[in-house]
C-alpha cells in the first residue's frame, strides 16, 4: 500500500528526476501555506497528501454554501452521499473516524435547512444515519455506519461524492487481492460485476492536475500510461486502500475520461475523442472491404444440410433471403450476417455444397464457421420395457339341499309334478315285474326248467327333489361333496360345492429405437381391428368398413445436453383388443384396452428410470341366499351362496437412453 501525502513525497520505483521534482513542488507548497499562516493536519491522521494546502488564492469566497445533501444506493450495495455547493473552490475533506465516516466542510457554509439528521437505514447500505451541522469553521457531516466497509470520496466540478462500499467476507482459499497480479483495465465503477484486484494505495488530493494523477498510477500499475493532449483539468478525491485499478476508474469517471488497453500501454483520452477514432477505424475499415477484390470459394458439407447453413450464414431471420433450387444471393443491406457488403452465398442441393463470393477475410471466416457447424451428430439408443402384471384370486361356496318322503317303497318330495311323475314310474316297474315273474315261474314248471333265465327286475324310478340349489358357479368348477341319508321313510340329500381360482400374468413389451440428437423418432407395432358401419337411410344403407389400430408406439425425440445427459420428450402407447361390442343386426365393434403415457424428462446417460405406472386394486364380496332361511347361524349356510374376487393390476414404464458418439473422420 503506497501512502502519498506532502511529506513524504518518494513514491517507490519514482525516476530521479520526478522525484527531485515533486519535492521541490511540495517545498514551495508548504512555504507558501506556511506564510499564509494555516494549519497542516499531520500525517498520521492520514489527512495531509500533494496540493492538501490549497493556494490563499483558490480558496472558496465567503459566498459558497451547500445548495444541496443527496444519498442513493450504488452499485454492489453501496451508499453514495453527493454534496453539491453554490459555487466553486469548495475543499471537503473526509476521515474514518471509528465506526462513522466524517466530511469537513472548512470553507462553505451550510444552510439551516440542511441542518437535520437524515435516516437512510432503507436504502440497505452499510451508511444508515446523516448528521449535518453547522461548525464554527463552516460544516460536517458525520455517516454513520454499521459492517465493515471501505470508503472512498472524489470531486468533480461542484459536486463532492463519498462512497461507502461494504467489505466482502473473504472466502476461505480465497487469495488476497494484491496477490492477484495486474487489474482488469477498461471496466468502469459502474458496472456491477467488475471485481478490481490491484495493489491497496491511499491517495488524498485536493485541486491536483488529473496528468499527475495518472502518473502516479502508472508508477503503482507497473504500466504505460499514455494522457491525450486534451486530458486537461485537476481533480480532488480521497482514497483509502483502495486498488489502484477502481482509483483510476474513479479519476476517468470523474473527468468523463475513457480508456483503451493495447497489451501494456493505456491510452486516456475524453469520451467523445475514443468514440470518434473507432469510428472513424471502423469506417476505414468499411471503406476498405468495399475495395477490397472478391474471391470465390466451394465449401463442401458432409454432415448438415448447405441449405440450413446458408441461411443461417446469411441471417435469413432478420430480413435475408437465400433462392430455393440452389441459387442465392439476395441479401438485404441492412443486415449480412457473415456477408460483407458485396458478398454472396449460394448451395447446390445436389453435391450438398456451399458457394461463397466475397472478400477473403469474410470468406476465411465462413471456411471456419462451417468446420465447426459440418460435425456428425451424436446418436442416442431409446430402450422402453412396458410391464402389465395382472393377478386375481376368486372364491365361492355354494349348497344344495333336498328332503325326499318314501310311501309303497317309492320316494316322494314335496314337488307335486315330481310326485305325478314317481307314481307313473313305479305302476309301470310293477306291472313289468309282474310279468317277467310270471313268464319265469312257467318256464320252470315246464318239461325243462335248464332253460329259464332268472329275469332282471326292474327298480322303482325314484326323483329326488331339491328345496336349494346354489351350488358353486364359477367357469371352471372344481369339485363338490355330496352326502345322501336314506332310511326307511326318508331321503335326506346335501351337497357342497367349492372353489378358488387364482390367476397371475405378466406381460412385457420392449420397444428400442435409434435416432439422431434432436430428431423425432417413431416405432409402431400391432394391428388394425376392422369392423362395419353402415350409412344411409331406410332401406338404401351402404357398408362400410373402418378399422381401429391396437399398437404398441413408442414415439421419442432425444436432446443431448453439454453435461452429457439426456433430455427426452417421449409419448409411449400400449393398446390391446378388450373384446367386442354388439350393436344388434349392425354387428360388433372392437373396445380397445388403452395404456398411454406422455412426459418429458431429463435422464442421466445409460441411467433407467421410471416414467410412468398405474396401480389398481378391486375387491369385492357377492351372497345369494334364501331369505330368512340363510341368516340362521351354521344351518344358514345350506341357503346361500357366497363369492369373493379380488384382481390387482399394475402398469409400469421404464426408459433407458444410451448415448452413442460419432467421431468425425
Not at 450438398?352 to 476465411?364: F, M, Y
Not at 318330495?413 to 312257467?442: F, P, V
Request: glycine share 10%.
Amino acid at each position: 500500500m503506497t501512502v502519498t501525502n506532502e511529506k513524504q513525497l518518494r513514491p517507490v520505483r519514482r525516476p530521479l528526476s520526478l522525484r527531485a521534482c515533486a519535492i521541490g513542488i511540495a517545498l514551495g507548497l508548504y512555504a507558501a501555506a506556511s506564510s499564509a499562516g494555516t494549519a497542516v493536519p499531520v500525517a498520521g491522521m492520514g489527512q495531509s497528501a500533494i496540493g492538501a494546502m490549497a493556494d490563499p488564492a483558490k480558496r472558496a469566497p465567503d459566498g459558497v454554501s451547500v445548495s444541496s445533501i443527496d444519498f442513493k444506493r450504488g452499485d454492489g450495495g453501496s451508499g453514495k452521499l453527493i454534496l453539491r455547493f453554490s459555487g466553486d473552490g469548495a475543499a471537503p475533506d473526509m476521515r474514518n473516524m471509528g465506526g462513522n465516516v466524517v466530511v469537513d466542510i472548512g470553507n462553505a457554509q451550510l444552510p439551516a435547512a440542511l441542518q437535520r439528521p437524515i435516516n437512510v437505514g432503507d436504502f440497505a447500505t452499510p451508511v444508515q444515519r446523516i448528521d449535518a451541522h453547522a461548525t464554527s469553521s463552516g460544516a460536517q457531516l458525520v455517516l454513520g455506519t454499521r459492517g465493515a466497509f471501505e470508503s472512498m470520496a472524489y470531486q468533480s466540478g461542484n459536486e463532492y461524492i463519498v462512497e461507502i462500499v461494504p467489505r466482502a467476507t473473504p472466502v476461505a482459499g480465497a487469495k488476497p487481492a494484491a496477490a492477484v497480479g495486474a487489474a482488469r483495465v477498461g471496466a468502469t465503477s459502474s458496472d456491477a460485476t467488475v471485481r478490481y484486484s490491484g495493489k491497496p494505495v491511499t491517495f488524498n488530493f485536493q485541486d491536483v492536475p488529473v496528468r499527475t494523477v495518472l502518473q502516479l498510477i502508472a508508477e503503482e500499475s507497473n504500466l504505460n500510461i499514455v494522457a491525450a493532449d486534451t486530458v486537461q483539468g485537476n481533480v480532488t478525491l480521497r482514497l483509502m486502500n483502495v486498488p489502484w485499478d477502481q482509483a483510476l476508474d474513479i479519476v476517468l469517471q470523474a473527468k468523463s475520461l475513457d480508456k483503451r488497453r493495447s497489451g501494456n500501454v493505456v491510452w486516456v483520452a475524453p469520451q467523445k475523442e475514443i468514440s470518434d477514432f473507432e469510428q472513424a477505424k471502423e469506417d476505414a475499415r468499411i471503406n476498405l472491404e468495399e475495395r477490397a477484390e472478391k474471391v470465390t470459394e466451394y465449401i463442401p458439407v458432409n454432415y448438415g444440410s448447405a441449405e440450413d447453413i446458408a441461411r443461417l450464414l446469411t441471417e435469413e431471420s432478420k430480413g435475408n433471403t437465400v433462392s430455393n433450387g440452389g441459387q442465392g444471393g439476395g441479401q438485404s443491406n441492412m443486415d449480412r450476417g457473415f456477408l460483407s457488403q458485396r458478398g454472396s452465398i449460394s448451395y447446390d442441393k445436389r453435391t450438398n455444397t456451399l458457394l461463397v463470393i466475397d472478400i477473403p477475410s469474410r470468406v476465411a471466416n465462413i471456411r471456419s464457421l462451417v468446420q465447426q457447424l459440418d460435425k456428425p451428430v451424436d446418436q442416442v439408443v431409446i430402450e422402453a420395457r412396458i410391464v402389465i402384471a395382472n393377478e386375481s384370486v376368486a372364491r365361492e361356496l355354494g349348497a344344495r339341499f333336498g328332503i325326499s318322503g318314501a310311501k309303497d317303497n317309492a320316494y316322494y318330495s314335496g314337488n307335486l309334478e315330481t310326485n305325478s311323475t314317481n307314481r307313473n314310474a313305479d305302476y309301470q316297474a310293477q306291472q313289468t315285474n309282474t310279468t317277467l315273474i310270471n313268464n319265469y315261474n312257467a318256464c320252470l314248471a315246464g318239461t325243462n326248467p335248464s332253460s329259464c333265465v332268472t329275469p332282471t327286475l326292474v327298480g322303482s324310478s325314484i326323483t329326488r327333489g331339491l328345496m336349494t340349489n346354489l351350488p358353486a358357479t364359477l367357469e371352471n368348477p372344481a369339485g363338490a361333496l355330496a352326502l345322501s341319508i336314506l332310511n326307511a321313510g326318508y331321503l335326506l340329500d346335501i351337497e357342497l360345492s367349492a372353489i378358488q381360482e387364482q390367476g397371475r400374468g405378466e406381460v412385457i413389451s420392449n420397444p428400442r429405437i435409434v435416432t439422431s440428437n434432436q430428431k423425432e423418432a417413431v416405432i409402431k407395432q400391432g394391428r388394425e381391428i376392422g369392423y362395419v358401419t353402415l350409412t344411409g337411410t331406410g332401406g338404401n344403407l351402404t357398408p362400410t368398413v373402418n378399422f381401429k389400430e391396437a399398437v404398441l408406439e413408442l414415439k421419442v425425440t432425444p436432446t443431448i445436453t453439454n453435461d452429457g445427459r439426456v433430455f427426452l420428450n417421449m409419448g409411449v402407447k400400449k393398446d390391446e383388443l378388450d373384446g367386442f361390442i354388439s350393436v344388434g343386426s349392425f354387428g360388433e365393434v372392437p373396445q380397445i384396452a388403452k395404456r398411454e403415457v406422455n412426459t418429458a424428462v431429463l435422464v442421466d446417460d445409460g441411467q433407467t428410470v421410471v416414467i410412468g405406472g398405474v396401480y389398481e386394486f378391486s375387491d369385492s364380496n357377492d351372497i345369494a341366499k334364501v331369505p330368512f332361511l340363510g341368516d340362521i347361524p351354521v344351518l344358514g349356510n345350506l341357503f346361500r351362496n357366497k363369492s369373493r374376487t379380488k384382481t390387482k393390476a399394475e402398469l409400469l414404464v421404464f426408459v433407458t437412453p444410451k448415448v452413442m458418439r460419432v467421431a468425425q473422420r
